[in-house]
Each structure stands twice: as C-alpha cells, then as structure tokens.
C-alpha cells in the first residue's frame, strides 16, 4: 500500500507537470540530485566498509585471531586484559556514590563478621597503650610482645577455619589506625620505623571493595587464557629457597614446593574449592563446579583448534585432577614501573587499580611509598586457604595491603634474629626459619625459638601494614585473599642485630 501511495502522487505530480511546463525541470533536478545522495551514501558505506576490514586485520595481527573469537588458551598476554578493558572500561578511581548499596551492606557485614572472629586478648590497661587508640608519640615498650609458645599454643597456625559464634582473642601488640582521622599519628609511627596498621583510606578501600565484593572482577580483568608463575606445593608452607650451582649443604632435602603457569581461573577455582571444603559451603561449591566445567570446555575446544597446545604449556601444572585437588597454590602478579604503560597489559591494570602504590602518583602515595627513588615494584600474591609462608625477614621496608579475605601475621623484632633458629648465608633458604612453627617438637629441639619474642594481627580487606626493615614476619592465609605490597628502600637502624646473627646489611 506504501509503495502505490507513493507512486500514485509520482503520477499525478507528472500531469500537472505536463500542464504547466515547467514542472519537468524541477523533477529532472530532484532526481538528479537523489541519485547523487544514493551514489554518496554508498560511497560512504564502502569507506566505512573499508576501514571496519582494516581494523579487524589490524587487530588480528596484534593480537591473533582469539583476540576476536576468545577461542584459545594459547592467547596473547594482552588479550585478556583488552576484552576485560573493552567490557568494563576501567576506573580505578571509582567514586564513592558509584557503590552499589547492595555491596555496601555486603562490606558492612564482612566488617563485622571480622570484628567477631577475631578479639585483641589484651586491653589498655594490660598493655599501656589501646591499640585503637594510640597516642602520637609511639610508647618506649612499643609494640608490645610474647614468647613463640604463648602465641603459638594459643592459636596453632594450621588453625585457619574459624566460623561463628566461635572466634579467636589474638596477641595483638600493633596500632591501628585510621587514615581520615589518624593519619599525622600513623606518620610518627612510620618515621619512627615501626610497624602498625592503617585503615579507611577512602582510595584503599574503594579497590578492596571491587576486588572483594565480587570474585569475577579480578576473573575478567586477568581471564581463564593468560598464564602466570604461581608456586605449587603437596604441603600447605612454603619455604622460599634459591638453588645456585652444586654447593648445596649435606643432607639438604629442596622443600616440596616449585613453580609453574596457570591461568588466574584455574587458581580461583582451586582458591574458592579450599573455601568451599572448609565451609562446607553449597553455594561456593556449586560456583567451583561452573567454572570447572568451563575451564574443561575451553580445554577442549583448544585441543580440537591447536595440536601444539602442548609444546607452548611445558611450565603448565600436569598434575592429575585428584593431585590438584590435595595440592596447595600461590598466585603471584609482579609489576614493575617499566611495564606499567603497556595497555593493555596485567602491569598497567596493577597500577592504575593500586595508584596508592605508584611512585609518580605522589599525592596518592607519598604515604605508602617512602622513598621513589628505591620503589621496586607492585609485588601481589594471591593466597588460598591453609597457605603458609614460613618466617623470614627482608632487606628492606615494606607496605602490605589486603583487598580481600583475611591473613594473619606474627611479627618479630630484629632484635630477635639470634632466636629465630635461621638459615645461615649459603643455605639456600637463608634468612628463614628452620623450625616448624605447627610442631611442638621442633621447638623444643631449638630452645632460643621458644624465647623468641612475637605479636600478631589479622589483617583483612582494606588494611594496610607498614613493615620496616629487617622486621620478621609468618604468614598464614585464612582464606582466599588478595594482597598486594611495594618496598621502598632500606634503614639500617636495627643493622647492629642482623649482623649479629651473621647476615650483612650493607
């Protein structure tokens, strides 16, 4: 009907024409002139046409035909990043009205789930000083501490699961404090070089509730595809070790554990099963399972589009699926400022989620990053449940964050080193303890170990610790959690103890 309308009125308009004369010029121009119009807008399409073609051989040059169809795990490190940036376009900076209220009432309830797990065993009175509440001017016994037996027998570290109405009373010997309130307090401590904690940095807070609130944030941002070095182990604690030549003590046994690739997928599927198990949570379980069945999928359809897969994933864990299971991961990311422009790259994504940690941003991180000039990167390790770190110190000061789940530190002085039954220089783990801090045994056969003074804290999503140099420090990973810390630079007020149990300090 549309149509003869149309060409009805065409008709008519062609009769009065011929009954005038002088009609037919203005139609000839009209046509004239629609015939241009068609001819430019197909000229138009075919340019548009054109340049969509450039951009997708473009693309596929740089980042491989799965960069457009996600169809292969031998994918391009970018690839991952790109999809994630193109579908979440990333802001760090997310602003505190952009919080869904329903992740606010989820923090809400983390928060005070973690103030009843989790209770200081002493108060003011018993310490000199609430923890809380600390004055500017840090106490000449600060921080407070207690032998390896009174901490240890009170909560062993194998311990990690502890579920409501249940909760641990910890020694916890360090200051808290908050950043909006508190921050010219926090600064003494940190000038003083001693450890503490601080809470309630807006910008802090605002990753860790990304990150935390929902666990496929990170699992879109770093993809099932992509792989990084993550540490494997049969035993929950992990010695760090460094193997050179064929010096090697006698009777040295290498400590169980070793690296390998994995995708971050397949990590957090692992992560969330350790959680899953321990909680005997349904729901969690239930999400396990999904991803595992799309991990499978994925290795399928891999297999049927690369035969040298396999070739490329040498490094990649080929345990069987019941090995998997009993063993222990530890997820690394490690950035440096000279990978952190690529875009779109895991360095880059570290950065500009953590500008409290980057040396260029100053505003942002001149509290965090002591000294730029010695800055040595973001190093973040992704713990699951059980995971251990065994007892060691580090060349240099260090701020640890969490944005996400709960790990507990015991920390010791370096006036401590000659207790802490170390590895000596040239055992390949030096700078560790020897002794097993969940064996009873061990300690009874390294007395000065029982002497050794500790505290402790747990940390959870949005806290942040200040580690000066040489501190000692056990980790132990309450559940699947996500931190992240950076070192800036050296001291050498407390070198005197470190040389004094053999190591040099410059």
């Given at each position: ?7 009805s009125?065409s008709s008519s308009?062609?009769q ?6 002088k009609?037919?010029?203005v ?25 969509l ?13 799965n960069?457009i ?5 031998n994918?391009?490190k970018?690839?991952d990043l ?33 103030h ?12 000199g000083?609430?923890?809380?509440n ?10 407070m ?6 901490v ?25 404090f908050?950043?909006?309130t ?20 807006p910008?802090?807070i605002?990753?860790a ?10 699992h879109?941002?770093l993809?099932?595809?992509t ?15 460094r ?31 350790k ?8 729901d ?5 399972s999904a991803?595992?069945?799309?991990r ?6 891999n ?6 897969l ?18 222990w991961?530890?997820?690394r990311?490690?950035?440096s ?14 950065y ?10 100053r ?9 730029p000039?010695?800055e040595?990167?973001?190093?973040c ?10 007892n ?7 701020f640890?964050?969490?944005f996400?789940?709960?790990r507990?530190?015991?920390l ?31 300690w ?5 170990f ?14 942040a ?11 132990v ?7 992240c810390?950076?070192?800036s ?18």
């Open positions: 009907m549309l149509q003869r309308r149309t060409a009125k308009r062609k009065t024409a011929s009954s005038n004369g009609q037919p010029n139609n000839s121009r009209r046509r004239k002139k629609q015939r241009s119009n068609s001819i430019a807008l197909r000229a138009a399409i075919f340019v548009v046409s054109f340049i073609a450039t951009l997708i051989i473009v693309a596929n040059h740089l980042f491989g035909t960069a169809n996600g169809a292969s795990a994918i391009n970018k690839s790109l999809k994630f940036y193109l579908r979440n376009k990333v802001n760090a900076n997310v602003p505190d009205d952009a919080i869904d209220p329903a992740a606010e009432e989820r923090a809400k309830q983390r928060e005070a789930r973690y009843s797990l989790y209770r200081p065993k002493f108060d003011q009175n018993q310490l000083y609430d923890t809380y600390c004055p500017s001017t840090p106490p000449d016994h600060y921080p501490a207690w032998t390896t037996v009174e240890l027998s009170n909560w062993m570290p194998h311990d990690v699961t502890t579920i409501a109405p249940a909760y641990r009373e910890i020694y916890q010997g360090l200051c808290v908050d950043y909006t508190q921050y010219d307090a926090a600064l003494n401590y940190r000038k003083a070089e001693l450890p503490f904690i601080i809470r309630n940095d910008n802090v605002s990753t509730r990304r990150w935390e609130d929902d666990t496929e944030y990170l879109n941002a993809g099932d595809e792989l990084f070095r993550t540490e494997r182990s049969p035993m929950n604690e992990f010695m760090w070790y193997l050179r030549g064929k010096g090697m003590p006698r009777g040295y046994v290498k400590p169980p554990n070793d690296e390998i690739n994995m995708s971050y997928g397949e990590w957090l599927e692992r992560a969330l099963a959680d899953a198990m321990a909680l005997q949570d349904e969690i379980s239930a999400k396990v991803m595992k069945k799309r499978m999928q994925l290795v399928t359809d297999k049927k589009q690369d035969d040298s396999e070739n490329d994933d040498h490094d990649r864990d080929n345990s069987t699926e019941e090995e998997k299971l009993k063993n991961y530890y997820f990311l490690t950035t400022l000279r990978h952190a422009s690529k875009d779109p790259s895991p360095e880059k994504f570290v500009d989620e953590l500008p409290f940690l980057d040396p260029r941003k505003s942002e991180s001149q509290f965090y990053i002591v000294d000039s010695e040595r990167g973001i190093n390790r992704f713990g699951m449940r059980g995971v251990i770190s065994a060691h110190f580090d060349m240099s000061r260090n640890i964050m969490i996400g789940g709960e507990r530190y015991i010791g002085h370096p006036n401590q080193c000659k207790n802490m039954a170390l590895h000596p220089i040239g055992h390949p783990s030096l700078r560790h303890s020897k002794v097993d801090w969940n064996n009873p045994l061990e009874d056969e390294n007395p000065e029982k002497q050794a003074l500790v505290n402790e804290v747990v940390l959870h999503a949005g806290d610790l200040y580690l000066p140099t040489a501190y000692f420090h056990y980790i990973n309450l559940s699947l959690n996500y931190q810390n950076a070192r630079g050296t001291t050498h007020e407390n070198a005197k103890h470190i040389r004094e149990c053999g190591f040099n300090m410059g």
